[in-house]
């Protein structure tokens, strides 16, 4: 689990990364998304990680903070296909408005998470 982890780490490390350095590139991959097959594969994607974070938790070194990411995400993608493919295009026109600015601070939180979480999952478990 622990590896699956790593991947879910190395995964969101890797969107951050993207939208850091081309968040014009980023704006056009994620404008894919906004489409009622892509909502339902973002969806998909959230509530794997969330699984992940969960049931690897326990072998982390941080397994609270990942039970809350755990649980964040998985909550996230079970509503996600509530959203409607309208709103999420709200969403991501008014992202996109705002310039690459915006985009820039959301890879840099995602950089910094996916880090915690490689972190988290990188050594070992600290004995209680």
Same mark, same amino acid.
């Given at each position: 689990?622990?590896?699956l982890?790593?991947?879910?780490?190395?995964?969101i490390?890797?969107?951050g990364?993207?939208?850091?350095?081309?968040?014009?590139?980023?704006?056009s991959?994620?404008?894919?998304t906004?489409t009622p097959?892509?909502?339902?594969?973002?969806?998909?994607?959230?509530v794997i990680?969330?699984l992940?974070?969960?049931?690897?938790?326990?072998?982390s070194?941080l397994p609270?903070t990942? @039970?809350v990411? #755990?649980?964040? *995400? =998985?909550?996230?993608g079970?509503?996600?296909p509530?959203?409607?493919?309208? $709103?999420?295009r +709200?969403?991501?026109?008014?992202?996109?408005i705002?310039?690459t600015?915006?985009? @820039?601070?959301? #890879?840099a939180? *995602? =950089?910094?998470v996916?880090?915690l979480?490689?972190?988290?999952?990188?050594? $070992?478990?600290? +004995?209680?």
């Amino acid at each position: 689990m622990k590896l699956l982890g790593l991947l879910v780490a190395l995964s969101i490390i890797c969107i951050g990364l993207m939208a850091l350095v081309a968040p014009d590139r980023f704006l056009s991959a994620a404008e894919y998304t906004v489409t009622p097959k892509g909502l339902y594969v973002i969806a998909a994607l959230r509530v794997i990680f969330g699984l992940v974070l969960l049931g690897a938790s326990s072998a982390s070194r941080l397994p609270k903070t990942l @039970r809350v990411f #755990g649980a964040v *995400a =998985l909550i996230a993608g079970l509503t996600t296909p509530l959203l409607g493919v309208e $709103r999420a295009r +709200a969403i991501f026109n008014w992202s996109s408005i705002h310039g690459t600015g915006l985009i @820039r601070v959301w #890879g840099a939180i *995602a =950089l910094a998470v996916g880090g915690l979480i490689a972190y988290a999952f990188a050594g $070992r478990r600290r +004995a209680v």
